[in-house]
């Protein structure tokens, strides 16, 4: 039965959970909660610098159309301004946009724009601005890596006046509005969109509350300073108006020790990543306070290959998932900071399927047997198992330049877990062009990446055989193709009842954990440290923080 067309309206909070769906975007996570913050103190003062030290940076790229980098929205978002604010229970609220409606068949979607806006370099925004970057994000010369993969089926923008365009697909989109939310759809000022790919790497220019007319510096950072004009903020701020910070100063300090001894030493006021060994000394330090949001979407995971190489035999795939004690090594390694992973899915996202769980549990005598069933019964001089004359071996490339929250650690404890079932799984650390050549010519046997996304679409991009990375840059690391999961992820973004749709994802992931598809590794918990001067920090839905609210005290 056709669904009836659905308004929202300027700074309400309509739920669209009869009508429309928005894409199961995330809520309260299974275990009590997705964030632990807490509530600011005080009234906002005006004014003053927040320094900001970030365990990392988006690479070379800062530019979250282009970049296939999650952090890319933290650093853009200060700029960018979205045409919708997602709220963490699913609720949307205006931003540049003061209203929407839905056609019934989903593939419609009509927007009334804001009149008063304008980009920081004078501008005016409007309906050809809104065409400008959607048309810029699917155009094959940007290179998209990610935002592009969110309007996979974006046919076109009809600008009908001003403030008002229609954005259409070819197929049904349940997950846009959530996607339109986040800074990686975020508006950026249409003459920029020119200027060709490395420009806007290192500078963008949008509607935002903070400008950053020095850009960015990869592996230093980047410096806002506050849109003194800035008067048209997401509908569920906290306020109205300019941002109550003069500037941000952000510095990528990758080493978790200096970047903790940073702020104890009062050197930046709030850190990205506490170490996960200094989180309790730091919540019992006076003067200190630690905020943590539960990230929806992928885990940090690893991802077989299933199409070529020793994990192309699910028994072996199951093996080393059963065989390796990973919730062990996890608690052992973040003291709790980071909970062990039993799915695909981070316990934060809606629609995730608890009952899956019991597909990941530790059986290390089931392991061995599964490797022996699978034919790796022999052994050579040093251990590892043998087959028809041939060591398991187990090649997992890895970014160490890019590592963070000890994720090195951790790869060489899985090493050493993996040779007690008699595997000689091989660290190879190498370049970001080494990476894509791996990528792309199927060199590796296990790839790993975190892929947090407030909806679980990301199942979708991380598992849909669409997304197997070949000519062009994919997802999909496990090189997982199964025309039954497809199909469901395509049925979900058709589905526009939220109990349906959360079982056709729990059916997706269910089947992908038959298949052994993924190896679970840990929740990502995003844990800011911050002097007690800083407050007003919020966490959007992704799980990073927000800092248009937030305000320092002296």
Same mark, same amino acid.
């Given at each position: 039965m056709p669904q009836p067309t659905v308004r929202v309206r300027r700074r309400s909070r309509a739920v669209l959970l009869a009508a429309v769906s928005i894409g199961?975007?995330?809520? $309260?996570?299974?275990s009590g909660g997705r964030s632990d913050s807490a509530t600011?103190?005080?009234?906002?003062?005006?004014?003053?610098?927040?320094?900001?030290?970030?365990a990392s940076g988006p690479g070379a790229c800062v530019d979250p159309h282009q970049s296939p980098?999650?952090?890319?929205?933290?650093?853009?978002?200060?700029?960018?301004?979205?045409?919708?604010?997602?709220?963490?229970?699913?609720?949307?609220?205006?931003?540049?946009a003061t209203e929407w409606t839905v056609s019934p068949d989903q593939l419609t979607y009509s927007f009334t724009l804001r009149d008063d806006v304008t980009f920081s370099n004078g501008e005016k925004f409007d309906g050809n601005a809104v065409k400008a970057n959607l048309d810029h994000i699917v155009d094959?010369?940007?290179?998209?890596?990610?935002?592009?993969?969110?309007?996979?089926?974006?046919?076109?923008?009809?600008?009908?006046?001003p403030t008002h365009v229609n954005v259409t697909f070819?197929?049904?989109?349940?997950a846009f509005l959530p996607s339109l939310a986040t800074a990686y759809l975020g508006i950026e000022a249409p003459s920029t969109l020119t200027k060709g790919p490395d420009a806007l790497c290192t500078t963008i220019v949008g509607t935002g509350p903070f400008i950053s007319e020095g850009g960015y510096t990869p592996n230093q950072g980047i410096e806002y300073t506050r849109n003194e004009d800035y008067n048209w903020g997401p509908g569920n701020a906290e306020h109205t108006g300019k941002a109550h910070l003069a500037a941000i100063s952000i510095q990528e300090i990758p080493e978790d020790s200096s970047r903790y001894g940073a702020l104890t030493s009062n050197?930046?006021? $709030?850190?990205?990543?506490?170490?996960?060994?200094?989180?309790?000394?730091?919540?019992?330090?006076?003067?200190?306070?630690?905020?943590?949001?539960?990230?929806?979407?992928?885990?940090?995971?690893?991802?077989?290959?299933?199409? $070529?190489?020793?994990?192309?035999?699910?028994r072996v795939r199951e093996a080393f998932r059963a065989g390796i004690d990973w919730a062990t090594i996890v608690d052992k390694l973040y003291f709790g900071v980071f909970q062990p992973a039993k799915n695909t899915l981070s316990p934060a996202t809606v629609g995730y399927n608890k009952e899956s769980e019991s597909a990941y549990t530790f059986d290390e005598d089931k392991?061995?047997?599964?490797?022996?069933? $699978?034919?790796?019964?022999?052994?050579?001089?040093?251990?590892?198992r043998t087959k028809d004359g041939k060591r398991l071996t187990v090649v997992h490339p890895y970014l160490k330049e890019y590592a963070r929250e000890q994720r090195d650690t951790l790869l060489e404890q899985v090493q050493s877990s993996a040779k007690k079932l008699g595997a000689d799984y091989q660290i190879k650390n190498i370049t970001v062009d080494e990476f894509y050549k791996a990528l792309y010519t199927n060199g590796y046997d296990v790839l790993d990446i975190s892929w947090q996304r407030a909806s679980p679409d990301a199942l979708r991009t991380l598992s849909d055989s669409s997304n197997i990375p070949r000519d062009s840059f994919g997802t999909n690391f496990a090189r997982y193709s199964n025309p039954a999961v497809d199909a469901e992820l395509k049925a979900a973004l058709a589905e526009t009842d939220l109990a349906e749709q959360s079982a056709i994802y729990g059916r997706a992931q269910q089947q992908i954990a038959d298949d052994a598809a993924v190896f679970p590794v840990y929740v990502f918990n995003y844990a800011l440290g911050r002097n007690n001067n800083v407050q007003g920090v919020k966490f959007e839905p992704q799980a990073f923080p927000t800092f248009y609210d937030a305000w320092v005290t002296q």
């Open positions: 199961l975007v995330a809520s $309260a996570c299974s600011a103190t005080g009234d906002p003062v005006d004014g003053g610098t927040l320094r900001f030290a970030s980098a999650d952090i890319a929205g933290f650093y853009a978002r200060p700029i960018l301004d979205s045409l919708v604010a997602l709220n963490a229970d699913g609720t949307l609220d205006p931003w540049l094959p010369a940007t290179k998209s890596q990610l935002a592009a993969n969110t309007i996979a089926t974006y046919t076109g923008t009809t600008v009908k006046d070819s197929e049904p989109n349940s050197q930046v006021d $709030a850190i990205a990543s506490v170490p996960p060994v200094n989180v309790s000394q730091l919540k019992d330090t006076p003067g200190f306070t630690v905020d943590t949001a539960q990230a929806p979407g992928g885990n940090y995971n690893y991802y077989p290959n299933t199409e $070529a190489g020793v994990f192309s035999d699910v392991a061995n047997k599964l490797l022996d069933e $699978a034919g790796w019964t022999g052994r050579d001089g040093e251990g590892f």
